[in-house]
């Protein structure tokens, strides 16, 4: 509010509201640019990742810090139930954690993907389980 104001009085009030635009933007991104993940493990020994958060752009470069894959059980689930892939760096992410996964030799489920996501994923779309209550959203990507 403050950058906005001086911002107006040195230039004018067209520069300052683009400024104010960008400036929360910017502000928006550093906010959400984490995705966190509550880890439990179920009575036959299945680790399972229930993630929350957006994942996009500003949170994609730290998704693979929320997994340990090496010490991981054989069988892992990440359940997308509290977060959202909002755009094509999302989708790539969980594209390359199933890579990380695979080549561990772990068998890796993804749940709670919506059907547009889905739908653009390569490495990971054999992974995907199909669930009653999937999200009903679409994913930003470019051709």
């Not at 040195?10 to 400024?19: N, P, S, T």
């Not at 550093?30 to 929350?52: M, N, P, Q, S």
């Not at 695979?102 to 993907?113: C, F, Q, S, Y």
């Amino acid at each position: 509010m403050v950058t906005v104001t001086v911002i107006t009085v040195v230039e004018d009030l067209a520069v300052a509201v683009i400024a104010g635009v960008i400036i929360s933007a910017l502000a928006f991104a550093w906010k959400h640019a984490r995705i966190f993940a509550k880890v439990h493990t179920e009575a036959d020994g299945t680790r399972v990742y229930e993630l929350d958060g957006p994942l996009f752009f500003g949170s994609a470069t730290t998704f693979a810090d929320n997994f340990d894959i090496p010490n991981d059980p054989p069988k892992v689930v990440i359940d997308f139930k509290d977060a959202r892939v909002m755009d094509s760096s999302g989708v790539e992410a969980i594209d390359a954690i199933t890579k990380k996964y695979e080549d561990a030799g772990k068998n890796l489920l993804l749940r709670h993907l919506s059907a547009d996501c889905k739908a653009i994923l390569k490495k990971a779309e054999h992974h995907c389980s199909y669930e009653e209550d999937d999200p009903t959203y679409k994913v930003a990507y470019n051709y």
